[in-house]
């Protein structure tokens, strides 16, 4: 028990240290990573995920209610018009590059998310109207010792869909299926301290 207490407060401990350095990072500068072009993105779309998260972890599971696919579930879910949007990050200020994109009612789509930064991201769809909720609930995770197993993903209705981590200078495709309702859906990065700031909205007509 004396062994799983230290284990706990060890995490904490590095949960902290990474909040702390998300604040640091803000008015760190760094190099901008480069990554796939948007014609090549078909191309390679039937590669392998880059993003270093045990696919035992994902695999054929939800976080909550948010569904996480992976590798496995791309050619089921390739479409002749799927919306492939491609997003990245604002190195260093804890902004995506994109605070707005628009996709059509009912039909499929892959957001492919290049965390270009220096730290630990991820990108979750939300219920209109749900932001603040789901970003304080997510703030409350810092207590949880499990928080990084979980993505720090919140287990709330109002979570749609919703990627893992994803680790600095790798890719993660998000696929989904947009909304039938259209309306204003935002999206957000629910790492400890990063949802006030990175944040935008997904646009469904």
């Excluded at 948007?38 to 998260?53: G, P």
Aim: glycine share 8%; charged share 20%; aromatic share 8%.
């Amino acid at each position: 028990m004396g062994k799983k207490r230290f284990q706990k407060s060890i995490m904490r401990f590095i949960i902290l240290c990474l909040v702390l350095g998300a604040v640091v990072s803000v008015i760190l500068s760094g190099s901008v990573m480069a990554y796939e072009k948007a014609d090549n993105v078909k191309s390679a779309f039937y590669t392998e995920i880059n993003n270093e998260v045990s696919s035992n972890d994902i695999k054929n599971h939800s976080v909550g209610h948010a569904r996480i696919m992976v590798h496995e579930d791309i050619g089921s879910a390739m479409k002749s018009d799927t919306l492939f949007v491609e997003l990245g990050v604002i190195v260093g200020q804890m902004k995506y590059d994109k605070t707005r994109i628009t996709v059509k009612a009912g039909k499929a789509v892959v957001i492919v998310f290049h965390n270009n930064d220096v730290m630990l991201h991820n990108i979750l769809i939300l219920e209109p109207g749900s932001l603040d909720q789901v970003g304080m609930a997510a703030d409350k995770m810092v207590a949880d010792p499990d928080a990084m197993e979980k993505g720090f993903i919140p287990d709330l209705d109002a979570v749609l869909h919703a990627s893992p981590l994803v680790n600095p200078g790798n890719t993660y495709r998000l696929i989904f299926t947009a909304p039938e309702k259209a309306g204003e859906y935002p999206f957000v990065c629910t790492f400890p301290g990063h949802w006030r700031m990175m944040q935008g909205v997904m646009k469904v007509e």
